[in-house]
């Protein structure tokens, strides 16, 4: 089977689905890889270094011609999906970062056409799956670069310094959510010597970041059933998000930066930092806010914009990892490889309804949209019990 690999469509993407390092495991497997002429550039990879590990170049006719197309950002996550949707062929399979519960359209469109579509933000947190959690790795890297760009637009310092002209006191963060995201900030503001505070709805995290030498701000609040069986954060009421910001106002308004990463998969990102938070921050604190492309969690939050707010920088980040194309693409590649290696057998692509894994990213398959929470997004009716239908 051939694996074809294009070149992104989004404009900002640097991103590549596959790099050389991991071409020889899936050659071994039995599998062929074409990549569209040019699709490593962004992230520093050459045409040569491709055919160096056996991969051929083609043309994007080429590539979406391939028994599988591997993209980063494919149907509902690119900026122009329809372009490569009249590139759909039936019987074909694409695999990749899909979008399918926030722009479900282009998932339905590709089933019509007689895709198969498996989408990797539904991998399920399960441990065998821990390699191929494309969302744990990009978040990683979104994490760490948010402090970099923080303490790259505060006007001072993170560490204390004392010198003999006087003592500089540290920088305080505030980090709002503590998944990998979060965990990841943390540990790098820790590094540059700031004072950091964290605050998660899940209190099950507490243990996490107090390891990474940050303060557990505790809350006041009901926090039973703050997160669903696969670990992710559930939408909270607006009682309780009401609650929340009243409590978190204080840690706000005595912090340098603030840096928001809480977000809901496939929902609006809910709003905990209000515009009254803002003003009531220091003249030059900054805001970063993660959950920009969902709508952001800073209410003066402008995606992919940064703005000044009364003397407070808000940096309304999207895409944060392609801003490291070499090692996003480094990371995102094993985790699509090794997803490749989970459905190969005997040097083909195999499509296992019953695998836990294969259940829970398959989206549209034989001309449906066979997974439930995307059919919801779409307002299609339940399927009927069959070996195709995830089981959420």
């Given amino acids: 089977m051939r694996i074809g690999v294009p ?4 404009p900002e993407e640097r991103r590549v689905a596959l790099v050389p390092a991991v071409l020889p495991s899936l050659k071994k ?5 074409v990549v569209e002429s040019g699709a490593g550039l962004a992230a520093g990879v050459t045409d040569e270094e491709y055919t160096n590990k056996g991969a051929t170049i083609g043309s994007r006719d080429d590539v979406f011609a391939a028994d599988v197309v591997a993209g980063v950002r494919l149907l509902g ?7 490569d949707l009249q590139r759909i062929q039936s019987g074909k399979i694409w695999i990749g970062t899909c979008e399918p519960l926030a722009e479900p359209q282009p998932i339905e469109e590709a089933a019509s056409r007689g895709a198969t579509v498996l989408s990797l933000e539904l991998m399920p947190r399960i441990t065998r799956a821990q390699s191929m959690d494309v969302l744990s790795s990009m978040a990683m890297l979104a994490g760490y670069k948010a402090v970099l760009l923080a303490a790259n637009t505060l006007p001072k310092m993170f560490p204390m310094m004392i010198t003999a002209a006087g003592t500089v006191t540290p920088a305080r963060v505030f980090i709002i959510g503590a998944g990998v995201a979060g965990l990841q900030a943390i540990s790098t503001a820790k590094r540059l010597g700031a004072v950091v505070e964290a605050y998660d709805v899940r209190p099950a995290v507490k243990e996490q970041v107090e390891s990474l030498g940050a303060t557990f701000v505790e809350m006041e609040l009901e926090t039973e059933g703050a997160q669903d069986a696969g670990g992710y954060a ?3 009421g607006e ?11 204080r840690v706000i308004a005595g912090s340098d930066v603030v840096i928001t990463t809480a977000a809901v998969p496939g929902r609006k990102a ?3 930092v209000t515009q009254a938070m803002v003003e009531g921050m220091p003249r030059g604190s900054v805001v970063v806010d993660l959950a920009a492309e969902r709508g952001g969690n800073c209410e003066v939050t402008q995606p992919g914009e940064t703005i000044d707010h009364q003397g407070v920088t808000i940096l309304g980040l999207v895409n944060l ?3 490291l194309p070499r090692d996003a693409s480094q990371l995102i590649a094993k985790n699509i490889a090794t997803f490749l290696l989970h459905l190969t057998e005997e040097g083909k692509i195999q499509i296992d309804p019953e695998d836990e894994i294969t259940r829970g990213t398959l989206v549209a398959r034989d001309g449906e949209v066979v997974h439930s929470r995307v059919r919801e997004a779409l307002g299609l009716p339940p399927l009927e019990p069959t070996a195709n239908e995830p089981s959420q």
Avoid: V
């Fill in 270 to 272: 809910p709003l905990l």
């Fill in 234 to 236: 559930r939408e909270q």
């Fill in 7 to 10: 070149k992104e469509s989004s």
């Fill in 239 to 249: 009682e309780f998000l009401n609650k929340q910001r009243e409590l978190m106002t």
């Fill in 321 to 323: 990892p392609s801003t």
């Fill in 77 to 83: 996550a690119a900026a122009e999906p329809l372009g």
């Fill in 29 to 33: 497997a039995g599998l062929e890889i």
